[in-house]
């Protein structure tokens, strides 16, 4: 039988077909064509922009500095998030505002974050190096921004610092909605903090925590504002992300075609990885309940 | 199953077939009629005109724009956006044949001439409206913005070139001569540092354009020549590019320069001539203004300017810096193309050339160089002339040119991050850009 609300899901269908489906079909035809935006030429090339990108050594280098990026942020940001929620689910006087306060630093633009971030670490005039300093490092002697290793450090620490609190947000919510009883039950059975934390909380904050990490990794896998405000990829490409990649081939070289079949490679690279992430959210939880 | 129909039932106040395609029929022309009407809207009428544009052309022609209103009732519209957006937003507009705008600025070593189609020449607009005193205008400056075609594109409105900034204090304090070669520059540099209060150099090795802007005035002056004159091979890894590369990398091997060299850009650099961080520098001339502002810096009246040391085994006589220089553009598209030059020729007469330039604006007339006003608030004025004679605008605006800067900025800071020898630092860049020339 035809159902009666098809008619009118036409337009979404229509909307999505117009903005999502048929853009992405779009970029993925011109990844098969060499087409440069100021002259306009377009020529098919068939695989050559995905072999020419995947034999740059420069494409490689992103790739493999995308996925530290990534695994050390979201795992950070997964670790820092969860103990943010646990610390602040309990009642207190001043709780309300510690709340708040903590998610500042999310509700700030990521241009603004990076910049502050970027001074925070300057060599010769950062508070970190100054603050260093009075410990006896000499100012100066820790580059960060100039040295492959720290620059990559100091991304990761203004990407932690801006976005732990969302996975704070989430993982609160979630323990929110956890029904009491199984935690006060366990402790009257003489159960540890930990025990009932580890058997009873965390396997019930698992799809809470899967959420957070599946956004957070699909997000940090295509981040662009932090590296690019704080190092512009540098030094020695060492914080050269795909999506710095993407843009110079886009809007510095106006490659479209080689763009397209960059932004073709990241999009399969983010749904392998958040497809597996949402497969061990959705796994049902193993706890002490359900056993 | 469906149940009898009552009164009120919803099923009864469905949607007919009809209603839906001639709210869309009427959804398709309202933004059909709105798309005109934007469009209408966003080209400039006749006395106004649009010119996307760098902040810091809001500070220096302000109150010119406010006269040019009231002496010929054209209002001129800026929209700023700075770098990188700013050549992204003037490609993006040009290329789409978008009448927006009727004037956009970009640096000339921003801009590639595989753009031109899409620009209006200025030749015809400067013989049947020829500007104030035109032998007056820089010819070196005019020259940089000539098409392979001879035609002139683009409208010199800012220009820079690179020259010696010292702390002329500690000089006279150490008894330090200025320096006519890289080997007294050097000299000074290693009697200059006092790390980490005070380093003998400074140099900007970031990751963008500025390690190559930075690096080009060392090489240029050790003789190096960056293309073959048919530009198909990249000369960089010659005798003199390794020397350059050396003697440019040395710096941050000896520790004279400060520390995060890798990382440091020109807001750094002038921050580190102001603080007394560095002792001297090789940096753009119009940086000589905010580097002796009297509110900004801590050691205001104690610098002082010269041209850039060369190599004597160079044979060379003049030194040559870098030279860059703002140009203004008229896109073809654009409805007043003679209303835009005609604005042109006024901004950048005798008169305004001078205003700009108190206001911090590097001049594009010789005459203003000489105006004492000019000498008084830029000190740094006879060591600019002198150096905007010979000096290099580095790349020509070939279609690969982005690439190519991209490509030699990552090298440069490979060697300045201590990640390559100077050696492997122009040999990588000659392989690389070579190899984009040919392609």
């Known amino acids: 039988m035809r159902e009666p609300g098809i008619g009118f899901s036409l337009p979404v269908y229509a909307l999505l077909a117009g903005v999502l489906v048929w853009p992405m079909a779009y970029v993925f035809y011109l990844s098969f064509y060499s087409f440069h935006l100021l ?116 991304v990761i620490t203004t990407e932690v610092w801006q976005n732990a609190p969302f996975v704070y947000v989430i993982v609160y919510a979630g323990l929110q909605s956890l029904p009491a009883e199984p935690e006060e039950a366990a402790a009257v059975d003489g159960a540890s903090p930990w025990q009932i934390f580890r058997f009873i909380t965390l396997p019930q904050l698992v799809p809470a925590i899967g959420v957070a990490g599946s956004f957070r990794t699909i997000l940090a896998l295509r981040e662009f504002t932090i590296p690019w405000t704080v190092t512009g990829g540098g030094p020695a490409n060492a914080t050269l992300m795909l999506s710095i990649y993407l843009y110079r081939q886009m809007l510095q070289f106006f490659e479209l075609g080689r763009a397209a079949a960059v932004g073709w490679i990241m999009l399969l690279l983010t749904a392998v990885l958040a497809a597996a992430f949402v497969a061990r959210a959705s796994r049902p939880p193993e706890s002490a309940l359900t056993q | 199953m469906r149940g009898p129909r009552r009164c009120g039932d919803p099923r009864d106040r469905r949607i007919t077939r009809r209603q839906v395609l001639r709210a869309a029929k009427d959804a398709g022309l309202a933004s059909l009629i709105s798309s005109w009407a934007v469009k209408q809207a966003s080209a400039a009428p006749p006395g106004r005109l649009t010119w996307l544009t ?308 590097g001049p594009v007339r010789n005459s203003t160089y000489a105006q004492s006003m000019y000498v008084r608030m830029n000190p740094a004025a006879a060591a600019t002339l002198e150096a905007l004679k010979y000096g290099n605008p580095g790349l020509p605006p070939l279609p690969k040119r982005p690439e190519i800067t991209v490509l030699i900025n990552q090298e440069l800071n490979a060697g300045v991050a201590g990640k390559k020898t100077a050696k492997q630092v122009v040999d990588d860049i000659a392989a690389g850009v070579t190899r984009l020339l040919s392609s």
């Open chain 2, 54 to 361: 760098h902040p810091v052309f809001g500070d220096v022609t302000h109150d010119l724009l406010l006269r040019y209103k009231n002496e010929t009732g054209t209002e001129v519209v800026l929209d700023k956006v700075p770098y990188p957006g700013l050549r992204e937003k003037a490609y993006l507009e040009l290329s789409s044949g978008s009448d927006r705008y009727d004037l956009i600025s970009i640096t000339q070593d921003l801009w590639t001439w595989d753009i031109n189609a899409r620009i209006e020449p200025l030749d015809g607009l400067m013989q049947s409206l020829p500007p104030e005193a035109p032998s007056d205008l820089n010819a070196r400056l005019l020259s940089m913005f000539r098409g392979p075609d001879g035609k002139l594109y683009g409208w010199p409105l800012r220009s820079g070139v690179f020259i010696l900034h010292y702390r002329r204090d500690l000089y006279e304090e150490m008894k330090l001569t200025v320096p006519r070669t890289w080997e007294e520059y050097k000299a000074n540099a290693r009697a200059l540092n006092k790390p980490p209060e005070r380093y003998g150099n400074f140099i900007m090795g970031t990751q963008d354009q500025f390690a190559f802007h930075d690096w080009q005035n060392y090489f240029f002056n050790f003789g190096g020549k960056l293309l073959s004159p048919d530009h198909r091979r990249c000369l960089i890894n010659s005798e003199q590019g390794v020397r350059a590369t050396e003697y440019w990398l040395s710096f941050v091997k000896e520790n004279l320069v400060p520390p995060g060299a890798a990382s440091a850009k020109w807001d750094d650099e002038i921050a580190a001539m102001q603080q007394g961080l560095a002792a001297q520098t090789i940096g753009w001339s119009p940086y000589a203004i905010p580097i002796n502002d009297p509110k900004k810096s801590k050691f205001s009246g104690k610098f002082g300017w010269a041209v850039a040391p060369v190599d004597p085994k160079s044979g060379m006589r003049h030194s040559e810096t870098f030279l860059t220089c703002w140009g203004v553009f008229i896109p073809r598209a654009s409805r007043n193309k003679e209303a835009a030059y005609k604005f042109l020729a006024w901004i950048t007469n005798r008169q305004n050339d001078l205003l700009m330039a108190l206001a911090g604006n």
């Open chain 1, 39 to 154: 002259t306009g030429q377009m020529s098919f090339v068939a695989l050559h922009n995905y072999a020419a990108v995947v034999k740059d050594a420069t494409f490689l280098s992103a790739i493999r500095n995308t996925c530290l990026y990534t695994s050390a942020s979201v795992t950070l940001e997964l670790l820092l998030g969860v103990g943010m929620a646990l610390l602040l689910h309990r009642p207190g006087r001043f709780m309300a505002i510690v709340r708040g306060a903590v998610i500042a630093p999310w509700a700030l633009s990521p241009v603004v974050a990076g910049l502050v971030w970027r001074m925070l670490f300057h060599s010769n005039y950062g508070i970190l190096n100054y603050l260093l300093s009075l410990l006896g490092v000499p100012m100066g002697q820790l580059q960060w921004l100039s040295t492959p290793g720290l620059a990559m450090v100091a």
